[in-house]
């Protein structure tokens, strides 16, 4: 327990904290209650809630025991983003995404045992509070020049489309929960993103002002790549948890395909591996590239967390077998059509000559490039060679859903996608 912030710190999870030494004494001394807040303005959580989750669990390990709050008020306002006001979704639509969060983060957390999580939702203590209680109690300890010198409401109020009240009033919201799981549970920690730092802050001076009371604020950096650029994006935008809309194995292949620059700082931040275990990934990554053994255990170990050790092994399957080292129809249906999503590819019939199917798919440039590349023996369907170009479609070929992987050499995918004749 008392080594849990120095592991934060070397897994680079922590970015600000109120009092790093006050925080350090506060984990010395015995479990502390901390939580974390989620709205949900979005049916899912994505890589960012991650770091979070990740964190939330390495302190529940350390004995530490874990608040995880779903906003079910503060995701019906949202909090404010630089780009200008959120579109407000319905009372029912956030119940709805409040389950869903609810059953994803449960996945991080145990809910047995002496130091058990505890799930809580801030519509409990805000959903009958009068607009008067609210402006008496909580709106009073709140100082206009502090709320407006935050960096997001600063800039928004410098744009065309300005703030509304309804989400400048998020952060008081926020604070308001630190305070109520202070009286309620005896938190005494809050986590967030490095964004979230001002609104931290509201709940610790709030908790200040009310129970004349010190507390901690904790927050995680922000993940980028290290080119600088932003991490955490996918082709189709989002890296989000939810299966119905990221499938586990374009999950993985986020991961795997994390570049050698990227993928040991990722090791320490989003896996439990210990440190021998990262340094000796990190050493494989130096002497031996090639193997991409670090994304591999990267791509596993996340996945795993996430969706589970059967998804995870589908996923690993039909990347396996995408590239002619597996069986192709082994592999379930649902895994089959999230592995040709992923691929670039053409439509095609039955009977078509697979020297135009190849041509479509784009693994090359015309009809002669394709006859040279079947002569060579280099073209693939299936993982099976085909073996001349009067070759056709045929529905024998064909994996569940009438799909065929087009393979040119080792590495060069494509899809068809086959209709019957």
């Known amino acids: 327990m008392s080594n849990v912030l120095d592991e934060l710190v070397w897994r680079g999870l922590v970015s600000q904290t109120t009092d790093i030494d006050a925080l350090r004494e506060a984990f010395d001394s015995g479990p502390v209650t901390y939580y974390c807040g989620f709205d949900p303005t979005a049916p899912s959580l994505h890589h960012g809630h991650l770091v ?17 709050l779903v906003g079910g008020a503060t995701g019906l306002i949202g909090d404010p983003r630089m780009s200008g006001e959120r579109v407000l979704n319905s009372k029912d639509t956030v119940a709805e995404w409040v389950e869903r969060l609810r059953e994803q983060i449960s996945r991080f957390l145990s809910f047995e045992g002496e130091n058990a999580a505890t799930m809580v939702n801030n519509l409990d203590w805000t959903g009958e509070l009068s607009a008067i209680d609210f402006l008496r109690d909580v709106g009073k300890h709140f100082r206009l020049g502090t709320m407006l010198a935050k960096e997001t409401v600063a800039r928004r109020l410098n744009s065309e489309q300005g703030i509304s009240f309804t989400e400048f009033s998020y952060q008081i919201l926020q604070g308001m929960d630190f305070l109520e799981l202070n009286r309620r549970h005896g938190c005494t920690l809050q986590t967030g993103g490095n964004d979230q730092w001002g609104n931290l802050l509201a709940g610790v001076e709030l908790v200040r002002k009310e129970e004349r009371k010190a507390v901690h604020a904790l927050t995680t950096p922000l993940i980028t790549k290290a080119d600088g650029t932003k991490f955490g994006k996918s082709e189709g935008g989002a890296v989000w948890l939810d299966p119905e809309m990221m499938s586990p194995y374009a999950f993985y292949q986020f991961w795997v395909n994390a570049d050698d620059a990227d993928v040991v700082g990722w090791l320490r931040t989003f896996t439990f591996r210990t ?9 494989s990554v130096a002497e031996r590239p090639q193997l991409r053994e670090a994304q591999r255990a990267l791509a596993e170990d996340v996945t795993t967390m996430v969706h589970g050790e059967r998804a995870t092994q589908q996923a690993v399957a039909a990347s396996q077998a995408l590239f002619g080292r597996g069986d192709l129809a082994d592999l379930d249906p649902e895994t089959v059509a999230a592995a040709m999503a992923e691929l670039p590819g053409a439509d095609a019939a039955v009977g078509d000559a697979w020297v135009d199917v190849i041509v479509a798919t784009g693994l090359v440039a015309g009809k ?14 299936n993982n099976v060679k085909v073996a001349g170009e009067d070759q056709v479609v045929s529905g024998d070929q064909l994996l569940s859903g009438g799909f065929a992987v087009v393979r040119r050499g080792k590495r060069t995918l494509a899809v068809a996608r086959v209709r019957s004749a």
């Open 275 to 283: 440190r021998e275990e990262i340094a000796a990934l990190e050493l």
């Open 368 to 381: 002669g490039a394709a006859r040279r590349a079947i002569a060579e023996g280099g073209v693939y369907v």
């Open 52 to 68: 979070q989750l990740v964190l939330l669990r390495h302190l529940q390990l350390a004995g530490h025991r874990p608040l995880a």
